[in-house]
């Protein structure tokens, strides 16, 4: 049995708790879901040993740290090899900018999420990408306003 079988209702309400503020105190949490500290530490620590949390990390403003450009890149190849998989993850995964990067169904091949200060800088990336491996299409798309953003990911559909 795995262990989404095995989550209850207050391990959903930790998550969902850590999934808003991962800064918060086991003290804190524990409060809020009805458990003393030491056997909600110990919920955590069996969530994150089964995989369930898998990192906890800070998000940042992209306007100050300057890449509030964000760029969806569309890219279509006429080779599906893994040799040219590899190759061409390689090159994306050494490209900072690039922050989420998915092997997709459909007409294009693979969607990445691009963050830069501007233009240029996007021109930049756009020459390391093209120069990585062949490719037979790139289209960018350039986010005009970003209405919805999160990490957290919904709980409704845990058994």
Not at 47 to 53: C, E, F, H, R, Y
Request: negative net charge.
């Amino acid at each position: 049995m795995s262990l989404s079988a095995k989550l209850d209702s207050i391990d959903l309400r930790i998550l969902d708790l850590l999934q808003q503020d991962a800064t918060l105190q086991i003290a804190d949490i524990a409060a809020q879901v009805g458990l003393s500290a030491t056997p909600c530490w110990r919920r955590i620590q069996r969530l994150k040993d089964a995989g369930v949390i898998t990192r906890q990390v800070a998000l940042l403003d992209p306007q100050k740290v300057n890449v509030g450009v964000t760029v969806f890149v569309s890219v279509r190849t006429n080779n599906h090899t893994q040799a040219w998989l590899e190759e061409f993850r390689a090159a994306v995964q050494a490209i900072p900018e690039v922050v989420e990067f998915y092997r997709m169904s459909g007409e294009v091949d693979y969607l990445l999420r691009v963050v830069v200060p501007d233009i240029a800088a996007y021109d930049r990336v756009y020459k390391r990408l093209i120069a990585s491996t062949p490719l037979h299409d790139v289209s960018s798309s350039f986010a005009m306003e970003e209405l919805k953003l999160t990490t957290a990911l919904p709980l409704s559909y845990v058994q």
